[in-house]
């Protein structure tokens, strides 16, 4: 079957900086995306890695490991806007997202 | 702003009674989504349109129904909801190629968070 894992939830403090792991194993690969989603709103793109490395995006970046099926959302410079919810969704091979459940990160001042 | 927009926001129904909840999209994609989302859990795909073409999930109940009458809106349709269907029902848009399969990232309404009394 195919597999996402992240943890459940997370705390970390303001100002702080905060990895947040994901496994996934999927039939194909097409490329892994993290979204964030707060609580009772939708999710909200932010980025999208399909080779292996690391893409830096402001305070936030998203690595990939292909070969071990492997990504991380890291937060820098911790606000307390970004409590929230982080979904990892990796595309497979018949291009259909499968998506993990997401982890909640708690911000503490 | 181009954007996707749900309708109602909160939509409380009877046990059994039908209910209709409403997408519309002004980003001109050609592939549309409605997931259903429990609390905690991930977005579960029920339905997507690529195009007119209609792709039902293997595991999608019978009970939910689909619609898309052109580009710009689509409906969901729940035929006789049970207490099991209290969720939030999103819509997400995004772009393809002409086979359908679509690397780009999908863009999410706000959400309609159903109720079944």
């Known amino acids: 079957g195919q597999n996402i894992d992240q943890p459940t939830e997370m705390t970390a403090t303001e100002g702080a900086i905060v990895q947040i792991n994901c496994t996934y194993q999927?039939?194909?690969?097409?490329?892994l995306f993290w979204y964030q989603q707060h609580a009772g709103e939708a999710p909200t793109f932010l980025s999208y890695?399909?080779l292996d490395g690391l893409e830096e995006k402001g305070r936030f970046s998203s690595f990939l490991s292909r070969s071990k099926g492997y990504s991380y959302l890291l937060l820098k410079e911790l606000q307390m806007k970004d409590s929230a919810s982080y979904l990892c969704?990796?595309?497979?091979?018949?291009?259909?997202?499968?998506w993990g459940a997401g982890t909640k990160l708690i911000i503490k001042p | 702003d181009a954007m996707v927009i749900q309708n109602p926001r909160y939509q409380v129904t009877q046990f059994g009674k039908p209910v209709t909840l409403s997408c519309s999209q002004t980003?001109?994609?050609?592939?549309m989504y409605w997931y259903q989302q429990k609390s905690s859990q991930a977005p579960k795909l029920l339905f997507h349109?690529?195009?007119?073409?209609?792709?039902n999930e293997a595991d999608t109940p019978d009970n939910f129904q689909s619609r898309r009458p052109n580009t710009s809106f689509c409906f969901l349709d729940i035929r006789s909801p049970g207490l099991g269907d209290a969720a939030m029902y999103l819509c997400?848009?995004?772009?393809?190629?002409?086979?359908?399969?679509?690397?780009?990232?999908?863009?999410f309404g706000d959400g309609t968070r159903l109720s079944i009394l």
């Open positions: 997400a848009t995004s772009n393809s190629g002409r086979t359908g399969y679509s690397n780009q990232p999908q863009h």
């Open positions: 980003l001109n994609h050609n592939v």
């Open positions: 349109y690529y195009d007119k073409d209609f792709n």
């Open positions: 999927t039939s194909g690969f097409n490329g």
């Open positions: 890695n399909v």
């Open positions: 969704a990796v595309l497979d091979s018949n291009y259909q997202l499968i």
